[in-house]
């Protein structure tokens, strides 16, 4: 019998507590549990806040939330799951930063955690405590690791610069329309 190991355990700790919470979040998202929008009131929240097309949006962030956090807590393709919550968590980081870091001013603190914690575990892997232990690490390779942090990295860019791009645009044509200009629309 092999003895507990406090490392692994406190990996099947930080997998389960991370994994829940962000699989409440998810399913919030995706089917309105927990006061949650559902994905009609997600896909408004993110049409307002500059994601498009916003119900693709709100998928995409409901299954990466839903889908890592489970991932996550089970120790399965931990590398994949790591990577889709911190892709997932840029976005939502590029939409808080305005108000700056604290969380109660509506700031990034509490996505960049989510984000910084689910890359941690990404990298380190999940432990002997895991699915990924019991597979014997089949979706749990470097080759994952990496391919999945520069998809991850390169997915997020594209789509937070899209959401930015689209938020400068409206503020010519707000800016323009306000001067009485003719815009594309007119």
């Not at 089970?74 to 980081?93: D, F, H, K, W």
């Not at 108000?99 to 700031?107: L, P, W």
């Not at 997020?156 to 899209?162: D, I």
């Amino acid at each position: 019998m092999t003895p507990l190991n406090r490392r692994d355990l406190g990996l099947l700790v930080l997998r389960m507590g991370t994994g829940a919470v962000l699989m409440a979040h998810g399913t919030q998202k995706l089917f309105g549990w927990f006061g949650g929008g559902g994905l009609e009131g997600t896909a408004k929240g993110m049409e307002s806040m500059g994601f498009h097309p916003p119900r693709h949006s709100a998928i995409a962030a409901g299954v990466a939330e839903t889908g890592g956090g489970l991932l996550l807590a089970m120790g399965l393709a931990t590398p994949a799951a790591g990577a889709a919550v911190t892709g997932n968590m840029a976005g939502a980081v590029s939409v808080h930063a305005p108000a700056g870091f604290f969380a109660q001013s509506g700031g990034f603190e509490y996505p960049a955690f989510l984000g910084f914690t689910a890359a941690t575990v990404g990298v380190m892997g999940p432990g002997r405590y895991s699915l990924d232990h019991a597979t014997g690490h089949r979706f749990d390779q470097p080759w994952v690791l990496a391919s999945a942090f520069a998809a991850s990295a390169l997915v997020a860019a594209a789509v937070v610069g899209k959401r930015v791009k689209g938020q400068i645009g409206a503020d010519v044509d707000d800016t323009m329309q306000d001067q009485g200009a003719d815009t594309l629309e007119d």
